[in-house]
């Protein structure tokens, strides 16, 4: 395979999950920084749209192809590198695993996204308090349910197994997003247990934002 790129942005909790995921696979790749920060917007630049049309970060560029999407770049990844696995074997379990990664991504994630929260202030008049107001009330609604979730699928040493995978690449960029936005987090014993656990592993700690920010 010729030379991975990663489109990325430090603090892009999409882009972070592909960070933890090539990290535990021991995959190497180039990172070449698109700044989505508010006022530099590089995103929304003919350069990257070309790469993206959707002009969202992260994108991957590998052997003259782009994709994007980092759900769907999970499952490529799980299919290119299958060991160590992100998902089990049993089919039931890899069930749990992606609901509980979906509930993050297709529920909570969008719905805090950059663009959802420019369109609530410059469309909606929406102040800086409401808009945290608003980011941590779907923080807490997504949370709650993935709480129920981490109990049942208790006795393992993550998530539904012994090891970190798909559920956790999720979870712990997520718990970045709730502690930057104040989010109170007593409620939910089992997935701070479970994010400081990640913590504590080189894969997770070299893709954490604060090790990839630009000087």
Known sequence: MSELKLYDYWRSSAAYRLRIAFNLKGVEFDSTVVNIAPGADEQM????????PQMRVPSIEVDGKAA????????????????????????????????????????VHPLNNLSVLGKLREGFGANKEAI?????????????????????ASGHSFLFSDQPGI??????????????????????????????????????????????KPD
């Open 45 to 52: 630049g003919a350069p990257y749209k070309s790469i993206n």
């Open 68 to 107: 994007s999407q980092s759900m769907a770049i999970l499952e490529w990844i799980e299919e290119t590198w299958p060991e160590p696995a992100l998902l089990p074997k049993e089919p039931w379990a890899r069930l749990q695993v992606r609901g509980f990664a979906d509930l993050i991504a297709c529920d």
């Open 132 to 152: 945290a107001e608003w980011y941590r009330d779907w923080i807490v609604r997504g949370f709650t349910a993935l709480e129920a979730q981490a109990e049942r």
């Open 167 to 212: 559920a956790e690449i999720c979870l712990v960029p997520q718990m970045y997003n709730a502690r930057r936005f104040e989010t109170p987090l007593e409620a939910f014993p089992r997935l701070v247990e479970i994010d400081e656990k990640c913590k504590e592993i080189d894969a997770f700690r070299r893709a954490a934002p604060e090790a990839v």
